[in-house]
């Protein structure tokens, strides 16, 4: 499990193994835009403020994934126990 922080709104939540970022957050209350669910739309694009993101989607490039200025949230993890997001 790692825990998400998000600045906009304040909150921090726990995200365990068998769920997403994108799951977790709804739940929290959070209204997040997506459509795939499988990161391969780009509609749950969000801006990574610190951490370092896990990529599993297929929508960024090379260069995207090492700069890490930005996620997937419907499948992308955390390869810390941090991360920070702009939501
Ligand atoms: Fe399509 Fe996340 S909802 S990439």
Same mark, same amino acid.
């Given at each position: ?16 193994? +068998?769920?997403?970022?994108? !799951? ?12 795939? !669910? !499988? &990161? ?10 610190? &951490?370092?993101? +896990? ?24 390869? &810390? ?7």
């Amino acid at each position: 499990a790692f825990t998400v922080e998000l600045v906009e709104s304040g909150i921090e939540v726990e995200v365990p193994p +068998d769920r997403s970022i994108l !799951e977790v957050v709804r739940e929290a209350g959070v209204d997040v835009p997506s459509s795939c !669910e !499988e &990161g391969t739309c780009g509609t749950c694009e969000t801006p990574v403020i610190d &951490g370092e993101p +896990d990529h599993r989607d297929s929508v960024l490039s090379e260069l995207e994934r090492e700069m890490g200025g930005t996620m997937m949230i419907c499948v992308s993890r955390s390869c &810390g126990r941090r991360l920070v997001i702009e939501l």
